[in-house]
């Protein structure tokens, strides 16, 4: 594997854990409303919920419609 490769892959690892951990906040009494308001966000900066998606290629509308609905 080349070291862009390398990378890549260790930069999608990253926002992976950033959105399961966003999912897991979504549990805590006390991070659940902020949790909602980044989901929700219609940003779409590198570290906003859209962008996080766009990274992975993820559709971000059925992924906030099926987080927030709690099929994680």
């Known amino acids: 594997m080349s070291e862009k490769q390398e990378n890549t ?10 959105l399961l951990q966003a999912i ?6 006390s991070l659940r409303d902020k949790a909602i308001i980044w989901f ?22 059925k992924a906030r419609d099926k987080i927030l609905k709690g099929g994680d």
Do not use: M, T, Y
């Open 40 to 61: 929700e966000s219609d940003h779409d900066g590198i570290n906003s919920f859209i962008g996080i998606c766009g990274n992975l290629g993820i559709d971000p509308g």
């Open 9 to 18: 892959l260790a930069s999608k690892n990253l926002w992976k854990a950033v």
């Open 24 to 29: 897991h906040d979504l549990k805590r009494k």
